[in-house]
């Protein structure tokens, strides 16, 4: 009895040893071929030294997929992760965790160290401000939202004339995010807020629903949703009656979201940081296209896989209801008399299979009568290295469909990418390397034609 005693005792030990070892974040370089993604795991301990475990994939800005993990013989690591059906089997020795990373039948060797990426984020403002900052929430009672934001005032609102200063409400592109819209640590809306509280202009910026601390239904929205929630941050605002003329602030999908708002008069004025200008289908199909060409495929390639795309989103479109999507591809597959590898036509099964309520909505998503109706002055602006929403196709149509007006502005950025950082290619794999959260030109052309239009 006493000799069991004793093992259970040094098991329980080597347990404990082993959690105070591993206990922490432990970051990698997964070489994968074509490139190289940044990995980590956080691994905590409870007070029984039992550990749990999340992965991040800080290069793909995804947090906090669920993983289990289990120790054996002190140093003999297993972690799966099912939501990505990988897993990592290795062993922690003189402080590094070494072993092999797989997922679809593929191995990748994988080093570890404690500690997490750290990036150079040189525009993210720091505390404390000089400017005042407030916790506010409003509410989109027709869809039963409750959106969390920072209203901003500008340095030195104190002795400004009350219902002078102007106040942008700042929208978000597509997928869920926080007010900051943040993205591989990169927060574009704060360093917009704080540069234009600099010069004399408010802003509020919120959490989406469903994102920080918003609540609503996140599931099912989509950008009509979405320019609800605008609107509500509008007349909250407005509400407030401590500001001068208000207009709304969007990005990517928020772009065309202050389009929304522009045609239905609730905006003083706008800026389209990269909004859309042309129909969803049409955004997502060019899209695919230049990441088809980057990542190296033929012409012929490129060629079949948007003529099977293009049928997939015209099924969309149609709001027909399919038993089996992998048939319904093979299908469209058919009709056009190409042929692509099983992979591809998996993957568009699975945008069938999703239905899910944002993209069916987006796909058919047509910006431009709200362009053509919006009367307001209108900031509307790109950068031509722009990956996601093409400048030469959205701009081009932009300014040829909004109303005259002398107060407008439309331009395009040379080397700037979706996200109006200096750039080498535009590619959405550049975006978490490059330090520049946003061209400081960009900044000071928001800020001074914003006083313009005041």
């Known amino acids: 009895m006493k000799t069991i005693f004793t093992l259970i005792v040094a098991l329980l030990a080597t347990l404990s040893a082993a959690a105070q070892k591993l206990d922490g974040s432990w970051t990698g370089k997964l070489n994968v071929g074509q490139a190289t993604l940044n990995i980590v795991f956080n691994i905590e301990k409870d007070k029984d030294n039992k550990l749990s475990c999340t992965m991040d994939s800080p290069d793909q800005n995804v947090k906090g997929i669920p993983a289990e993990i289990a120790v054996s013989e002190g140093t003999k ?12 089997e290795g062993e922690e020795k003189d402080g590094m965790l070494k072993g092999t990373f797989s997922q679809s039948g593929m191995s ?12 150079n984020r040189p525009q993210t403002p720091k505390e404390p401000y000089p400017y005042k900052t407030e916790e506010v929430t409003f509410s989109n009672t027709e869809d039963n939202a409750t959106l969390s934001g920072t209203l901003t005032y500008p340095t030195g ?17 597509s997928g869920l995010q926080d007010r900051n819209e943040e993205i591989f640590e990169h927060k574009p809306f704060l360093v917009i807020a704080d540069f234009l509280a600099r010069n004399g202009i408010a802003s509020l910026r919120y959490d989406d629903r469903g994102m920080g601390k918003s609540k609503g239904d996140a599931a099912n929205a989509t950008t009509e949703n979405f320019m609800k929630d605008a609107l509500a941050a509008i007349e909250y605002v407005r509400g407030t009656k401590n500001f001068g003329k208000t207009g709304v602030l969007g990005h990517s999908e928020g772009g065309s979201i202050a389009f929304m708002a522009a045609a239905e008069g609730k905006a003083d004025f706008i800026v389209s940081m ?50 089996d999507a992998k048939a319904t591809v093979d299908e469209i597959v058919g009709k056009a008399g190409i042929s692509l590898p099983e992979p591809a036509k998996n993957n568009m099964a699975k945008i069938i299979e999703m239905n899910n309520p944002w993209l069916n909505y987006f796909i058919a998503f047509d910006p431009r009568p709200s362009i053509a109706k919006a009367k307001c002055p209108v900031m509307a602006i790109n950068g031509n290295s722009d990956t996601q929403v093409i400048a030469s196709t959205n701009i081009g149509s932009i300014e040829k469909l909004l109303p005259k007006n002398k107060k407008n502005m439309v331009k395009t950025y040379n080397g700037l990418n979706h996200l109006f950082q200096h750039c ?13 959260t946003i061209s400081p030109e960009v900044l000071n052309d928001i800020a001074t034609w914003i006083n313009s239009v005041k």
């Open 77 to 88: 690591v297993k972690i799966s992760i099912p939501a990505i059906m990988a897993a990592f």
């Open 424 to 436: 080498t290619t535009g590619s959405v794999n550049e975006y978490a390397n490059i330090e520049e």
């Open 157 to 173: 609102y104190e002795k400004m004339k009350k219902g002078t200063v102007p106040v942008v409400v700042m929208v978000t592109g």
């Open 274 to 323: 990269a909004g859309t200008g042309v129909r969803g289908d049409s955004i997502l199909m060019e899209q695919n296209l230049v990441l088809l060409k980057m990542s190296g495929y033929t012409d012929k390639m490129c060629s079949d896989y948007a003529k099977a795309l293009r049928g997939v989103y015209d099924f969309i479109i149609s709001k027909k209801t399919t038993g």
């Open 108 to 119: 990748f060797p994988l080093e570890m160290k404690q500690g997490k990426v750290e990036r």
